[in-house]
Structure formats: structure tokens, C-alpha cells
Nanobody, 118 residues
Framework: QVQLVESGGGLVQPGGSLRLSCAAS????????MGWFRQAPGKQRELVAT???????DYGTSVEDRFTISRDNRKNTIYLQMNSLKPEDTAVYYC????????????WGQGTQVTVSA
């Protein structure tokens, strides 16, 4: 069973940077898309960025040009470099792994808090 563990969240001032990591364990099969989603209090969970095993990337419109997702397939780990952070980026950030072909599965991490505040 795939398990995801996020790290790297914390408190940062507006304009600052943070780097999140998400490590997958339990045998991550090929052709698995991984990504980041976030959920602020009182709001729906939204897409931040996804990356396929082949490196195709998709960003949410609110973070494009400020955030960069990357992936190390040897380590089964993805990263999210967040620059020029804004207070509206404050949320719990969740890692997700999804495979759309057999064996189909979806896994979520426990989430890591990112707070942008002066």
C-alpha cells in the first residue's frame, strides 16, 4: 500500500520561500501521477500542481510562475518550491498520488501546514 509523507511546511513572511517534499513508500508503481493540492479554512481543496512519471506538469492558475514542482523518480519523491509567497497561499498542503491504469489507486498524505504571515 502506497503511503505519502509530506514535510517542509511552516511559517514564512510574505515574499518568502518554502520547499515542500513528499516521499512515497510501499512500492510506487510506474505511470503514477503525483501532485500537490491545498485547502484553506472554509474553502474547497484546490489543485496546486501535478507531475506525471514522464515529467508532464500542470499548475493551478493561482500559483503559476511562483511555484515549481519537480520529481525524483529514483527516490519516489516530489518537491514543491514555493517563491514569492502571499498570505492567500496559507493552507494545508496535501500530497497526492494517483494511478489511472491497473492497478488503479489514489493515495493522500496527511498534509503539512503552510502559513504566510508577517
Amino acid at each position: 500500500q502506497v503511503q505519502l509523507v509530506e514535510s517542509g511546511g511552516g511559517l514564512v513572511q510574505p515574499g518568502g520561500s518554502l520547499r515542500l517534499s513528499c516521499a512515497a513508500s510501499g512500492g510506487l508503481p510506474g505511470a503514477t501521477t503525483m501532485g500537490w493540492f491545498r485547502q484553506a479554512p472554509g474553502k474547497q481543496r484546490e489543485l496546486v500542481a501535478t507531475i506525471t512519471s514522464g515529467g508532464t506538469i500542470d499548475y493551478g492558475t493561482s500559483v503559476e510562475d511562483r511555484f515549481t514542482i519537480s520529481r525524483d523518480n529514483r527516490k519516489n519523491t516530489i518537491y514543491l518550491q514555493m517563491n514569492s509567497l502571499k498570505p492567500e497561499d496559507t493552507a494545508v498542503y496535501y500530497c497526492k498520488a494517483r494511478r489511472a491504469v491497473t492497478p488503479v489507486f489514489t493515495a493522500w498524505g496527511q498534509g503539512t501546514q503552510v502559513t504566510v504571515s508577517a
